[in-house]
């Protein structure tokens, strides 16, 4: 079945320091790959998505791109910032049956220091 | 577009009580999740519905909870009654659905309940 693994964390940076994230995936065909965000005391937010095998998504200085070869979708950032402390879940969405359900990893908690 | 709504925002009940949490979805979005967040058991999605049917309920935990879609623009989840360990976050999303995978999730802010 679909299902998706991400880095434990709490992973704690210093400002400014490089962030990765792994997310890896196991699904059939060609899923659509999503990294979302939750901020202290919100819903989970759309951060960036991929729609396809080589594709990058990027938004406020986050990236991750689809690699298909390995099957991860690895979020980095080159210089992070303590607003930038949040959760955030690696997510992917098969198409066909009912409905595009998103398959979402545990989550790995982000605390930026300054 | 004002996004998904929820309400309340914050519920505190006493244990044994009915709670209702309400949700709006984005006009057009004819898919709707119900998800629960807790610090032991992380986010676990309950029931979906596709055009106000449910597909899954596999992950409503038991027979107190039931929820509902009357319509396209509004969806109920119910406990009744309440325990104290059903206290959680519970969220609201919806999608555009099938064909359009990837469009993802569009998320409320959720509704905080606390069960006394």
């Known amino acids: 079945g679909n299902s998706v693994t991400q880095m434990e964390g709490p992973v704690t940076l210093s400002e400014e320091a490089f962030l990765t994230i792994n997310c890896t995936y196991t699904?059939?065909?060609?899923?659509?790959l999503f990294w979302y965000v939750q901020y202290p005391g919100e819903g989970l937010q759309l951060l960036l998505k991929?729609?396809?095998?080589?594709d990058k998504g990027s938004n406020k200085g986050f990236e991750a791109t689809y690699r298909k070869e390995t099957t991860s979708f690895h979020l980095e950032k080159g210089s992070v910032q303590v607003s930038d402390s949040a959760v955030y879940f690696c997510?992917?969405?098969?198409?066909?049956?009912?409905?595009?359900?998103?398959?979402f990893g545990t989550g790995t908690l982000l605390a930026v220091q300054p | 577009d004002a996004g998904v709504i929820q309400s309340p925002r914050h519920e505190v009940t006493e244990m044994g009580q009915e709670v209702t949490l309400r949700c709006k979805p984005i006009?057009?979005?004819?898919?709707l999740f119900w998800y629960r967040q807790t610090m032991m058991r992380g986010l676990e999605l309950l029931i979906y519905?596709?055009?106000?049917?449910?597909?899954?309920d596999s992950g409503m935990p038991e027979d107190r909870f039931s929820a509902k879609m009357p319509n396209a623009s509004f969806s109920t989840l119910k406990i009744q009654p309440s325990e104290p360990r059903d206290s959680a976050v519970y969220f609201c999303?919806?999608?555009?659905?099938?064909?359009?995978?990837?469009?993802?999730?569009?998320f409320g802010s959720g509704t905080r309940l606390t069960v006394v």
């Open positions: 519905f596709n055009n106000n049917v449910p597909i899954d």
């Open positions: 699904a059939t065909g060609y899923p659509s």
């Open positions: 997510a992917l969405s098969a198409a066909g049956g009912a409905t595009n359900k998103l398959i």
């Open positions: 999303a919806s999608s555009p659905g099938q064909p359009y995978p990837q469009y993802g999730y569009t």
């Open positions: 006009s057009g979005h004819n898919s």
């Open positions: 991929a729609t396809k095998a080589d």
